[in-house]
C-alpha cells in the first residue's frame, strides 16, 4: 500500500514578522542585483541561496537541482514599518473598535464576556451568524466614545484612502509605527469576539515590518536572444521597495529633516503597496518603461488568467491533441477518426505481462518512426529510454521483462476523450474509440454534431488520451458516447439523425420505393447484413422489395410504435391507421407497415420518437448500433438515388410572378391608406399604443401576411415532392420560410424587432423622400434570392442580418457569465445514498431529487413511466 | 334516452354525465365498484352507450358488469405493482391497461409483462446515488442560454404591454434582483368579476394608479392671481370612473391644499387651485408638477391595468384577467373583487415578501420554466426545482453569484478561485479561516479527486489489518 498523503484542510494567516525572520535562509541587504561580472550579488535580490532557476544549477541552501528545489524565501527588514494594503479594512475597524489607550474593545466587560460566549456557541456550526455577531459587536463599539474599561475619551479615526489614518484628536496623523503599538494593546479575547484569531494572526502583523522576498523560482529572469536579462515584474518591485528602505535608513542614521524622512516613508509605503496590488484605487499603479503597468502579487492571482481560474482550477495537460474535424459517415457514432501522425505521438501506457509481451515487442521492433510502435519504454527503477535515440530496437525488445512500462502508440480501439469547446453540458466532453486513419484531420460521425454543436466549417477539436486503467475503465463505462445518447436537460435523444440521414430514410421508406435484388443487396451489404433476405412485396411483374421492408430488418421483433410522422400536417395530415398519405408511422411486431420515416421517427432532439424508445427499451448499445446501421443504409439509399437540390426546385414561372407582384401591389396599396388614415387622424389607437406605434403594428402585419401569401402562390407553382420540399417538409433542412424566401420574396427585414428606420434625417437612404414611410423606404425586401435583390434591398438586408450578428456576439459572453455562476452555485450537489439532494458540505437542498428521485435522462419527456407507452409496447400490435 | 341528433359528441357525453342518468342508475346499483378504476369505468360505459346504442338498462348493467370483471382482473394482476410504483404511475398504469383492455382482448400473460416492465422501467429510472445533479441542472438551464435571443421585448398575450423575455430575464431571475425590469401582475377576479368586461373594468379601475397628470387636458399658471387652473377630460374622467367633485374632494384631503381647491363656476370640467402669495414662476412650477403628481385612486406602483379575455380550457367558458404594468402584490391582494388565490406578480421578491418563501420558491420555478417555454427550449422541471431549493433553502432568497450561493460557501478557495480572489484571501488570512477542502471546487485546485460520482466509494477496509489471505 501506498501512503498516500491527503490534504484534510488548510488553515490561513498572517505570517509574523518572527515567522518572517526563521523561514528565511538570507537577509536581503542591498539594492544591488548582479555584479560587473553578471553574476547575482550575495544579498541581492537575486541571492543564489533563494533557489535554483537554471537547469544543471546546484542550490546553494538545499543542494538539489531546478526539479526538486522548491525555492527558498529571504527577507528584509524596513526602516520603517508601513501598513499591508491587504488589511487596511480591517486595521480601520480595529482602530475604531477598541480604546486608544488601553487597548480593549470599547464595550462593557459583562457585554464583552456575554457576546463571546455566543459567538464561541455559534463559531463551528453557523459561521455566518458567528460573521453577524462579530460585525454587531464591532459597529457597536465604534460608536463608545469613552473607554469603558479605561475611562479614556475617544477620538474619530479617518481614514484617507489609501493608507494613511488620522486620528481627529491629539495623535493627529497615526504613522504605521504608532498603529502598530496601538494594535499590539488589543488582548486576545476582544479579538476572538471580533472575529479574528489571534493565534494565526495578530492584528499587529497586519503592519509590516519586514518583508519576505520570495523565491527566485517565483520571479526568474528570463535571458533575451539579445543576450540581455530582463527582470521579472517581481523583481522590479523588490529592488524598488530596497532601494527606497535604504534611502530611508540613510535619512533616519543622518538624522535628516522628519519631512525628508516622512516623504520616504510614504514613497516606502507606495512602493510595498503597489507591490502586492497594483491595482488599488487612489494608487497610481507601477509601471514599466513601456508604459505597462506591473504584474505584480494580486494580479498574479486574480482574473482569468490568474493562477485560481488559469492555473489551479484548470491546467494545460500533455497526451492531447488538436486539429480540424471533417465528417465520416462510414464509422461509427461512437468511433473518431485519429490522423496517423496524431497516433504516433500520443502514447498508452502499456505494462508488460507474459500474455501481451510478444505483441509489445512488435511495438518496440517499430520503434517511434514506424506504424504501429512505441516511443519510450520505462524501466522498472523507473527509468525512462527514448526510443528515438535507441540504434537497436532489437536489443531493447529482448531485454523487455514483466514489469516494465512501454508507451506504445494510439491503435484502433484504444479509448480517447474528444472536446469540443465551449463545453456548456456533459455531452461536450465524450469518449470515443479510435480508428487511425490517413488524413490530417479528426473524423467524427455526423450524428454526434448536434451534443458538440460542432459542424465542419473550420472547426477544431480537442483530444485527450487516458494514462491509467481507472481513467480508461471510468471512460468506458460512463463516458462512451452511446451512454449520451439520451439528454439529461430533457427525457430524449440528442443524438440521431440529421440532415441527409432524415432524407434518405424518408426516401427508402417512402411507399414509391421499390427495390431490385440488386439494390437489396447492396443496402444490406452496406450494414454487413447477415441472415434472410424477406419475401418480396411485390412477386409480378418483377419481384421487388419495398424500403420498409428492408427496414425493418434493424427493428427487434417485439417492437410495436405508433406515432404520427413529422410531414403529418396540413393536407398530408394523418392520426390514425386509415392513412393514404402514409404520414402515420405503425410499426408492429418489427415491422414497418406503414408511415414514412423522417424527423418524428429517427431525428435528433425529438423526445418519444420511435428512436428514443428503441433507445430506452433495449439499451444504449443497442441504440449505437441501430444508428450506426440504419444510417449507413440510409445513406446508401440517398446515393442510389442520388438527392441533390437545384435552381429548379425553386424557380417558379412568370405567371406565378406577376400573382406576387399583385399581391405586393395590393399590401402597398393597403399600407398607403394606412397611413392615409394616420395622416387624417382617422386611425384608431390600440389600447396601451401610441397612434404612432398602433400604425407600425399594423403596417408590420399586412406586410408580413403579403409575405406570406406571396409564399403560398410560390408553393403553389412549386412541385410539392422534389427535393427541397422533402428537405422542409421531412425537418431534414430548411423550412417552408426559407422557400419562400429563395422562391417568392424575402420579406420584412428588422432592426430590434422594428422596421428599418434609422440612417439619414427623417429617411434610410438618400434615395427616398423624407417623411417616406412606405414599405420601400422602411427594408421591404419585394424580391427573391432567386431572382437577386436591388441594391437597396441588398442593404436592408444586410442591416437586418448584422444585427443577427451582434447579438449573438453579445450574447455569448452574457450566457457564458451565467453559466459560470450557475455551475460554481450548483456545483457541490450530489445526490446522496438516501436519495436526497445534498452539498459536498452536508446541506440538505432537497429531501428526494426532483420530489420522485427519477433522473430526467431516464425519462420519457418528464415522465419515469408512460403507461401508454408500456401497454402500447407489449400489446400494440394487437390494436 | 333522448335523441341525440344535432348534438356535438362533448354535449352528449356531458348531458349523460349528469347525475341521475342511465348510467348513473346502473352505477348506483353496484355497490362494489373498484376505486383506481371508477372514473374510468364510467367513462368507458357512457362511451359504449354512445357507441353501441345501448338504450336499455339491462344491456348497460351486463355491459357493466363485464367491465367490472376486467377490472378486477387488471387490479389482481397488478397488485404487487402497488408497492413499488408511486401511487400516481400505478394509478396511469391501471387506467391505461383498464383503457385499452376493454377495446381488445389482453391475456394475463400480457398483463404480467406490462406490469413486470412498468417496474423495471420505473426502478431504472431513479437517480444513481452520486449523481452530480448540481452540475447537471446548472448545465441544462445555461446551455440553451446561447440559443436564447437576446432584445426581446415581446408582448406575451398581451399587445398592450412590453415584457422582458429571453435571457435577459433568465438572468434577471437568477440575480434575484429586487425589482425586475418590467414589473407586471396578473390579477385574477372572483366569480362575480370575473365574467363580464364591465364588472373586470370596475375593478381594473379601483387598482390601477390614476394621478391627476391622466385626466388633466390642460393646466395653466394665473400668475396674476396666484392660482393653478387645472383642465380636466371629461373622456378620461369616465374612462377611469372619475368626477371633478371626487377629484376636488381627494385633492382636498392633503394638508396643504385642504380649502385652496375650488371647482370654477363657468367651466364644469375646470378646476382651480389657490397658490400662496409668495410663489413665484418657478415655484409655481413646481408646485405644478407635484400637484400633477398626486395619486387620485388606485394602488402605488400600478400604472396601467388591462383587461384581457381567456378561455378557460376545461369549460369552454371566457372570463376576463387583468394584466398590470407595475406591481403591488400586497395592496392588490385586498381589493375587493380579487381573487387572493390565483393573482401572482413576476417579482419573486415581492412574493417572497409578501406569501413567504414557499411561494417565492413556486414563482421561481414557474417563471423560469415560462422563460424557457416561451423560447421553445425543452428544460425537465426537475433541473428548475433544484436551482429554485439552492436559491431560497435557507430561508431567504439567495442570488446565484457573488453575493449569494457562490459568495457564502464555507470554502475559502472555492470563494478565491470564483470572483473577488485576493479580497477573499486577505479576509482568511485575518479570520484565521480553515478551509476544509470539503467542495468541488477546492479539490480540483490542491490537486484532489472531489467526493462527487464515482469518487463517492470509498473502500471501507482497511487492507493493513489483514493478517493473512483468508482460506476455506
Redesign the interface.
Known amino acids: 500500500m501506498t501512503d498516500e498523503k491527503v490534504i484534510g484542510g488548510i488553515k490561513f494567516g498572517i505570517l509574523s514578522p518572527e515567522m518572517i525572520r526563521s523561514m528565511s535562509v538570507t537577509a536581503i541587504v542591498t539594492s544591488e542585483v548582479y555584479d560587473e561580472n553578471g553574476l547575482p550579488v550575495e544579498g541581492g535580490v537575486m541571492d543564489p541561496r533563494l533557489g535554483v532557476i537554471e537547469p544543471g544549477q546546484r542550490c546553494a541552501t538545499c543542494g538539489n537541482t531546478l526539479a526538486r528545489c522548491p525555492g527558498h524565501f529571504g527577507h528584509l527588514e524596513l526602516a520603517r514599518p508601513v501598513v499591508h494594503i491587504g488589511f487596511v479594512k480591517h486595521i480601520y475597524d480595529l482602530l475604531r473598535a477598541t480604546c486608544r489607550k488601553c487597548g480593549r474593545l470599547k464595550l462593557p466587560q459583562e457585554e464583552i464576556d456575554r457576546y463571546l460566549d455566543l459567538y464561541k456557541r455559534l463559531k463551528d456550526r453557523w459561521p455566518q451568524l458567528a460573521q453577524s455577531l462579530s460585525d454587531y459587536v464591532k459597529r457597536k463599539a465604534i460608536k463608545a466614545t469613552k473607554c469603558p474599561h479605561c475611562g479614556e475619551p475617544q477620538y474619530k479615526i479617518r481614514l484617507e484612502k489609501p493608507t494613511s489614518f488620522i486620528e481627529e484628536g491629539p495623535l493627529g496623523r497615526l504613522w504605521p509605527n504608532k498603529i502598530r503599538e496601538w494594535l499590539e494593546r488589543i488582548p486576545d479575547d476582544d479579538l476572538r469576539l471580533l472575529g479574528y484569531d489571534p493565534e494565526v494572526a495578530r492584528p499587529e502583523w497586519m503592519i509590516i515590518t519586514v518583508l519576505p522576498i520570495p523565491p527566485i523560482a517565483v520571479r526568474p529572469s528570463i535571458l533575451l536572444e539579445t543576450g540581455i536579462r530582463s527582470e521579472d515584474d517581481l523583481t522590479h518591485k523588490l529592488v524598488d521597495i530596497i532601494r527606497t528602505n535604504e534611502k530611508l535608513r540613510e535619512s533616519i542614521n543622518s538624522g535628516a529633516p522628519e519631512v525628508i524622512v516622512e516623504d520616504l516613508w510614504e514613497l516606502l509605503q507606495y512602493h510595498v503597496t503597489t507591490y502586492i496590488d497594483n491595482e488599488v484605487p487612489g494608487v497610481p499603479p507601477a509601471k514599466r518603461r513601456s508604459g505597462m503597468p506591473l504584474r505584480t502579487l494580486a494580479q498574479r492571482l486574480k482574473g482569468k488568467g490568474g493562477r485560481f481560474r488559469g492555473n489551479l482550477s484548470g491546467k494545460r495537460v500533455d497526451f492531447s491533441a488538436r486539429t480540424v474535424i471533417s465528417p465520416d459517415p462510414n464509422i461509427s457514432i461512437n468511433e473518431v477518426g485519429v490522423p496517423r501522425d496524431i497516433a504516433m505521438t500520443l502514447t498508452v501506457p502499456v505494462r508488460v505481462t507474459p500474455w501481451n509481451i510478444d505483441e509489445v515487442r512488435k511495438y518496440i521492433l517499430n520503434g517511434p518512426g514506424k506504424y504501429p510502435g512505441a516511443n519510450y519504454v520505462i524501466d522498472p527503477n523507473g527509468r525512462r529510454i527514448d526510443l528515438r535515440f535507441i540504434k537497436d530496437l532489437k536489443a531493447i525488445a529482448e531485454g523487455l521483462k514483466p514489469g516494465y512500462v512501454v508507451e506504445r502508440h494510439l491503435i484502433d480501439g484504444d479509448i480517447v476523450l474528444f472536446n469540443r469547446q465551449p463545453s456548456l453540458h456533459r455531452m461536450s466532453i465524450m469518449a470515443h474509440v479510435v480508428k487511425v486513419l490517413p488524413g490530417k484531420t479528426f473524423r467524427l460521425h455526423l450524428a454526434v454534431c448536434p451534443p458538440y454543436n460542432a459542424d465542419f466549417d473550420g472547426d477544431e477539436m480537442n483530444l485527450h488520451v487516458p494514462q491509467n486503467v481507472e481513467a480508461r475503465a471510468e471512460a468506458k463505462t460512463l463516458l462512451l458516447v452511446q451512454e449520451h445518447i439520451l439528454s439529461p436537460r430533457y427525457g430524449g435523444p440528442i443524438i440521431g439523425g440529421i440532415q441527409d440521414f432524415i432524407s434518405g430514410a424518408y426516401l427508402l421508406s417512402s411507399k414509391a420505393t421499390l427495390l431490385t435484388k440488386d439494390q437489396v443487396s447492396d443496402l444490406l451489404a452496406s450494414i454487413s447484413y447477415e441472415g434472410e433476405i424477406p419475401e418480396p412485396a411485390i412477386l409480378s411483374p418483377k419481384r421487388s422489395w419495398l424500403g420498409k421492408q428492408i427496414f425493418s430488418l434493424l427493428l427487434p421483433e417485439n417492437f410495436n410504435f405508433m406515432k404520427e410522422a413529422n410531414i403529418s400536417s396540413g393536407e398530408l395530415k394523418c392520426s390514425d391507421e386509415e392513412c393514404f398519405w402514409d404520414s402515420y408511422l405503425v410499426v408492429k411486431r418489427g415491422k414497418l407497415l406503414l408511415g414514412v420515416l423522417d424527423k418524428a421517427a429517427i431525428g435528433a432532439q425529438k423526445p418519444e420518437s420511435m428512436l428514443h424508445y428503441l433507445i430506452r427499451e433495449y439499451g444504449n448499445t443497442f441504440g449505437k448500433e441501430f444508428m450506426d446501421k440504419a444510417f449507413k443504409m440510409f445513406l446508401r439509399f440517398i446515393e442510389m438515388r442520388g438527392f441533390t437540390m437545384s435552381i429548379n426546385d425553386i424557380v417558379i414561372p412568370r405567371e406565378a410572378y406577376e400573382e406576387i407582384w399583385q399581391v405586393y401591389e395590393k399590401a402597398k396599396e393597403e399600407v398607403r391608406k394606412l397611413i392615409e388614415d394616420y395622416q387624417n387622424n382617422r386611425l384608431e389607437a390600440m389600447p396601451g399604443r401610441t397612434l404612432e406605434e398602433t400604425l407600425e403594428i399594423k403596417i408590420l402585419d399586412v406586410l408580413s401576411r403579403a409575405r406570406d401569401e406571396a409564399g403560398e402562390i410560390a408553393v403553389r407553382y412549386l412541385n410539392p415532392f422534389n427535393n427541397v420540399f422533402i428537405m422542409a417538409r421531412t425537418g431534414a433542412r430548411g423550412s417552408t420560410l426559407n422557400i419562400t424566401q429563395m422562391a417568392a420574396m424575402l420579406g420584412q427585414q428588422s432592426v430590434r424587432g422594428q422596421r428599418i428606420s434609422r440612417g439619414y434625417r427623417d429617411r434610410t437612404l438618400p434615395h427616398f423622400k423624407k417623411g417616406d414611410i412606405g414599405p420601400e423606404a422602411r427594408g421591404f425586401v419585394a424580391s427573391s434570392f432567386v431572382k437577386g435583390l436591388t441594391p437597396i434591398e441588398m442593404f436592408f438586408h444586410a442591416a437586418g442580418g448584422r444585427e443577427g450578428l451582434v447579438d449573438t456576439a453579445v450574447r455569448t459572453s452574457q450566457s457564458g457569465y451565467m453559466q459560470r455562476r450557475l455551475i460554481n452555485s450548483l456545483l457541490d450537489l450530489i445526490v446522496t445514498y438516501d436519495g436526497a439532494v445534498r452539498s459536498t458540505y452536508g446541506e440538505l437542498i432537497q429531501f428526494r431529487y426532483g420530489e420522485d428521485g427519477v433522473d430526467p435522462k431516464n425519462t420519457s419527456f418528464g415522465e419515469a413511466v408512460k403507461a401508454s407507452r408500456i401497454v402500447d409496447k407489449h400489446v400494440g400490435w394487437k390494436k | 334516452m333522448s335523441d341525440n341528433k344535432g348534438k356535438t359528441v362533448h354535449e352528449v357525453v356531458e348531458e349523460l354525465s349528469q347525475p341521475g342518468t342511465l348510467v348513473d342508475r346502473v352505477l348506483s346499483r353496484f355497490k362494489k365498484v373498484p376505486e383506481e378504476l371508477k372514473d374510468a369505468i364510467r367513462r368507458r360505459l357512457i362511451k359504449d352507450v354512445i357507441e353501441l346504442g345501448l338504450k336499455e338498462e339491462e344491456e348497460v348493467s351486463s355491459r357493466f358488469k363485464e367491465l367490472r370483471k376486467l377490472a378486477d382482473r387488471i387490479l389482481k394482476v397488478t397488485k404487487p405493482a402497488e408497492e413499488v410504483?408511486?401511487e400516481g404511475?400505478f394509478l396511469?398504469?391501471v387506467?391505461?391497461?383498464f383503457e385499452?383492455a376493454s377495446?381488445?382482448?389482453?391475456t394475463d400473460d400480457?398483463m404480467i409483462?406490462?406490469r413486470d416492465?412498468?417496474i423495471r422501467?420505473?426502478l431504472?429510472?431513479?437517480?444513481?446515488?452520486?449523481?452530480?445533479?448540481?452540475?447537471?441542472?446548472?448545465?441544462?438551464?445555461?446551455?440553451?442560454?446561447?440559443q436564447?435571443?437576446?432584445?426581446?421585448?415581446h408582448y406575451a398575450g398581451v399587445?398592450?404591454?412590453n415584457v422582458t423575455l429571453g435571457?435577459p430575464r433568465?438572468?434577471e431571475l437568477?440575480d434575484a434582483r429586487k425589482v425586475p425590469e418590467t414589473p407586471m401582475m396578473e390579477v385574477h377576479l372572483d366569480e362575480e368579476h370575473r365574467y363580464e368586461r364591465e364588472k373586470a373594468l370596475e375593478v381594473a379601475r379601483r387598482i390601477e394608479m390614476t394621478k391627476l397628470e391622466t385626466v388633466a387636458s390642460a393646466v395653466d399658471i394665473d400668475l396674476f392671481n396666484n392660482q393653478l387652473i387645472i383642465t380636466l377630460d371629461p373622456g378620461m374622467l369616465q374612462d377611469k370612473g372619475l368626477t371633478r367633485d371626487e377629484i376636488i374632494k381627494i385633492l382636498s384631503k392633503s394638508k396643504t391644499l385642504s380649502g385652496k381647491v375650488k371647482p370654477d363656476p363657468n367651466d364644469p370640467n375646470v378646476i382651480v387651485i389657490d397658490m400662496p402669495k409668495t410663489y413665484d414662476i418657478i415655484k409655481a412650477q413646481k408646485f405644478r408638477d407635484r400637484i400633477f403628481r398626486m395619486k387620485l385612486k388606485g394602488l402605488k406602483g400600478i400604472n396601467?391595468v388591462?383587461a384581457q379575455r381567456r378561455r378557460d380550457p376545461d369549460t369552454g367558458k371566457y372570463y376576463y384577467v387583468l394584466i398590470t404594468d407595475g406591481t403591488n402584490l400586497s395592496a392588490v391582494l385586498k381589493v375587493e373583487g380579487v381573487d387572493p388565490t390565483k393573482t401572482r406578480s413576476n417579482s419573486v421578491h415581492e412574493i417572497e415578501e409578501v406569501l413567504g418563501i414557499e411561494a417565492a420558491r413556486e414563482a421561481l420555478i414557474r417563471e423560469i420554466k415560462n422563460t424557457l417555454d416561451e423560447q421553445g427550449l425543452?428544460?425537465?422541471?426537475?433541473?428548475i426545482?433544484?436551482?429554485a431549493?439552492?436559491m431560497t433553502?435557507t430561508g431567504t432568497l439567495r442570488q446565484?453569484?457573488r453575493h449569494?450561493?457562490?459568495g457564502?460557501?464555507?470554502?475559502?478557495?472555492?470563494r478565491?478561485?470564483?470572483e473577488i480572489?485576493?479580497?477573499n484571501?486577505?479576509?482568511?488570512?485575518?479570520?484565521?479561516?480553515?478551509?476544509?477542502?470539503?467542495?468541488?471546487?477546492e479539490n480540483?485546485?490542491?490537486g484532489?479527486i472531489?467526493?462527487?460520482?464515482?469518487a463517492?466509494v470509498e473502500l471501507k477496509m482497511d487492507?493493513?489489518k489483514i493478517k493473512k489471505p483468508v482460506s476455506k
Open positions: 410504483l408511486p404511475i396511469e398504469l387506467n391505461e391497461l385499452t377495446k381488445i382482448e389482453i400480457e409483462m406490462i416492465d412498468a422501467t420505473y431504472r429510472a431513479l437517480v444513481d446515488p452520486g449523481e452530480p445533479v448540481g452540475t447537471v441542472a446548472a448545465q441544462s438551464i445555461a446551455e440553451p442560454g446561447t436564447m435571443t437576446l432584445r426581446t421585448f399587445r398592450e404591454l435571457l433568465l438572468i437568477v396601467k388591462i425543452d428544460v425537465d422541471i426537475r433541473h426545482m433544484l436551482l431549493d439552492m433553502h446565484i453569484g449569494g450561493i457562490a457564502e460557501k464555507p470554502s475559502v478557495l472555492a478565491a478561485a470564483f480572489t485576493v479580497k484571501l486577505f479576509d482568511a488570512g485575518a479570520a484565521g479561516e480553515v478551509d476544509r477542502v470539503e467542495g468541488v471546487a480540483v485546485i490542491i484532489q472531489a467526493p462527487v460520482g464515482t463517492l487492507p493493513t
